[in-house]
């Protein structure tokens, strides 16, 4: 029978109910910029962010990194941004308000997710398309032998103990 998430706070103490869920309000190449760079060559929303360098426009959704946890109905989210093609980032707009079910893009993922290493490149990515209005899932690309704890737990799932540990530390770190 799959479970509400919920577990007394080791750091404060509180009783945390719900599956956890964290964000990043940024793709972190535009949360490095500078205000004025902000200003001049960013432009971010709740769902889609640019920034226009001087030889290219690097082009970022935002999306959402389901991992499961083991027994519980709801997943353990991470909202995310990654880097899309100029080509797939203009599919996405023109196809926002129609979206095509089981549409996919390929894309980089561009945040630093807390307690898990950087890794020595950007993680590659699809990005699935979703009807009603939710946001695109993400879906890490596995290797032949997957080392990267981010995208095993993406696949196999957490426990319930390693998805309170990932959670205190993103509430309290
Ligand atoms: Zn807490």
């Not at 737990?153 to 309290?172: C, T, Y």
Request: hydrophobic share 35%; glycine share 6%; proline share 7%.
């Amino acid at each position: 029978m799959p479970a509400i998430f919920a577990f007394t706070c080791t750091c404060c103490g509180k009783l945390h109910e719900g599956s956890p869920s964290f964000a990043f309000n940024a793709p972190d190449h535009y949360a490095n910029l500078t205000e004025e760079q902000k200003a001049r060559i960013g432009k971010l929303n709740s769902d889609v962010c640019t920034i226009a360098h001087e030889d290219r426009t690097d082009y970022f959704i935002r999306t959402i990194l389901e991992i499961p946890i083991e027994g519980v109905a709801e997943p353990f989210t991470w909202g995310v941004w990654v880097s899309l093609s100029k080509k797939s980032f203009e599919r996405y707009l023109d196809t926002y308000d129609t979206p095509v079910e089981g549409e996919g893009f390929f894309g980089w993922l561009c945040n630093a997710i807390p307690n898990y290493p950087s890794g020595p490149s950007s993680r590659p990515t699809d990005v699935i398309v979703q009807l009603n209005r939710q946001r695109p899932k993400l879906l890490l690309h596995r290797g032949e032998q997957e080392t990267d704890p981010l995208v095993i737990d993406q696949h196999q799932g957490i426990s319930v103990a390693r998805a309170q540990s990932l959670a205190e530390q993103a509430m309290h770190r």
